[in-house]
DNA sequence: CATTTTTATTGAACCGTTTCAATAGTAATT
DNA sequence: AATTACTATTGAAACGGTTCAATAAAAATG
């Protein structure tokens, strides 16, 4: 192993001069970098990850902590397609500025917080990234009062004066809205997330804003409170089919819901696309492939994971101590969806 | 910040007992031990990483080295969600012996080799876990010639003096050869993955024992150099269905190119599961909501990540410098297969 | 009871950096 | 020429643990 000694000595200054050419070059003498410069070469040294962040109390270590799952399952979860998308996000922004993502995981829900005090407690990390934001979320208490630094994926329903990415939601299904008042649709039903979500009380804006804009009113019996499963997709469906005036098109909270609403009307003899319009939400990697391929509103996890990481930063630099970013959907347009069908 | 000096005279002992009850609590005193305990408790005292790995060499870190892609994909890769499942493997067993993954990226393949001499170099990890093995992988010369701990995910093509943990691909092509057999078929195809890769060499083997253990013979029309994409899969199926005695069940090299040979299938109005039996390999999200369901050759992924963090922790600790496992893989039965169908 | 062995604890050195006041040398200013 | 202002470099003191020879006290042995 090669030290900072090593170098000195053999580049015939002090230890102090090439721990300047490490961390400031231009303080040095022109002469004096290259000479440093030519022995790290040479003796292939790489400066000590532990001694650094022991002395200057900085580790270029990002944490995250997931919850690993207990057993081998196979999810159509969008998580699961997004958290990977999120993670190169993460990673390529935090591998710019030299920094790595440490990843801690909790074996389970009772372990998770202790791991987050461990992570901070131990200075494994500057700097922490939240996922899956729930209601009354006990990390961010945590954080907020320990002053570290973090970000999270989402907003909470309590106070939300902490630094946050979310995709706005609200924005998406106005744009759903709008591609299907285009496409000669006027009677357009919702399928809403659980209650008591803040993505719902988001979307449900969008909806109202969205139908305003297009002067169409709300008729209650085209919303419905469903949920994030094909089941929920399914009942809601049957629901909306026997109305007395059945809606043209569908938009859901998600695509796995979707998926339910499709196979409704499929069984219904109606064809996704034709009779009905469907729209579903995030863009999981089923949607393009199912059959009839499904429009949605595609979250973009990979922005969200360089915005996230871009907050952090921002955060930890002391540059902006309250990032909130909202990230704007993309409507994609597959065979789901289609004119309105006058028969 | 407290530190152990804060415990150490908090407690009345020296330094050194308050270490000593982190690293071997059994040597002290019951009484002393408890005093420490109940100090550290009330002080919220967290050891730190920085300082604990500097003198004692070891971060209980593990890196991985992923490249990002460049862009926003979404890609059908099996990589992805075996990715997953295998980050998840690890992590667990990781967790469990109080390590954490270290993520640190590589923005392309260039940058690839210099980015694991940093980590080793910087002594930011412990050992390293390599996927994706290359044909005269550059790094596991790197690794072995600098004697660091690693294991990898695969066999490589050159020597195999390294530590590694493999799937049995010929065990797996053997199991659905015995399934399609005891169906009642005997005109078996198989497309092969490309020329060249080790999977192939072993797969290949898994046909052979498995034809002979059934006691049929090879026919080389029914054997096809094939690949992993959908149109691998239909170029090949094209092949096969042309031929005077078609076969009554294919083998594909993996899950996309067994969907290129189903909708191959379909256009010429071929049943799949009825007229002509498909299996695949890897088992994505994908094969179980195609229509119809796709049986497949499922490779585990979160054992993998099991068995490469035993290994590499084995490794580590010098009680097996050269462990080489094989896992098994699984064959999920779904409705691409059926009995044989005499027309 | 003296001696040896075992058990529990100590304290100082060390791990490899960063940091910063101090210093020497050089250039600019009066 | 004397003073001041920079520039480049130094050296020692941290940072917060681990390690280990040394020591003290208690227990076992002859």
Redesign the pocket.
């Known amino acids: ?5 090593d ?2 000595s053999a580049a ?9 050419y ?2 400031d070059p ?8 290259k000479k440093i410069h030519g022995k790290i070469q040479e003796l292939d ?4 990850a ?3 962040s ?4 900085q580790t270029l270590r990002i944490g995250l902590v997931p919850i690993i799952h207990p057993e081998d399952y196979r999810s159509t979860d969008p998580g699961d397609n997004a958290f990977l998308e999120l993670l190169a996000g993460l990673n390529s922004i935090a591998a710019e500025n030299g920094y790595a993502v440490l990843i801690s995981a909790a074996p389970n829900y009772a372990q998770e917080l202790k791991t987050y005090e461990r992570l901070i407690g131990e200075g494994q990390v500057d700097g922490v990234v939240l996922m899956g934001i729930r209601s009354q979320d006990e990390r961010l208490k945590l954080l907020t009062s320990r002053h570290f630094p973090f970000v999270a994926f989402g907003q909470s329903d309590i106070s939300n004066d902490y630094p946050y990415v979310d995709v706005d939601g609200a924005a998406g299904i106005q744009m759903a809205l709008r591609y299907l008042v285009e496409l000669g649709h006027q009677k357009i039903a919702y399928i809403t997330p659980p209650e008591g979500l803040m993505c719902t009380r988001q979307r449900w804006e969008g909806y109202v804003r969205g139908m305003e804009e297009s002067h169409l009113e709300i008729y209650k019996e085209y919303v419905i409170e469903g949920g994030f499963n094909e089941k929920d997709g399914h009942i809601s469906t049957e629901l909306l089919l026997d109305l007395p005036e059945p809606p043209t098109a569908i938009i859901t909270a998600n695509d796995i819901c979707a998926f339910g609403v499709m196979r409704t009307l499929q069984m219904r003899s109606l064809q996704a696309g034709k009779d009905i319009s469907v729209i579903g939400f995030d863009d999981i990697s089923l949607a393009d492939h199912w059959q009839p391929s499904l429009t949605t509103i595609a979250q973009p996890f990979r922005k969200i994971g360089f915005e996230l990481m871009q907050s952090l930063f921002s955060v930890i630099s002391g540059e902006n101590l309250l990032p909130q970013t909202m990230v704007e959907p993309k409507l994609v347009v597959r065979q789901s969806t289609g004119p309105m069908n006058n028969k």
Do not use: D
């Open positions: 192993m090669t030290t900072i000694r170098i000195a015939g200054v002090s230890i102090g001069t090439v721990s300047n490490l961390n231009q303080l040095l003498a022109e002469e004096t970098r040294y790489h400066p000590s532990a001694a650094r022991l002395k200057s109390r």
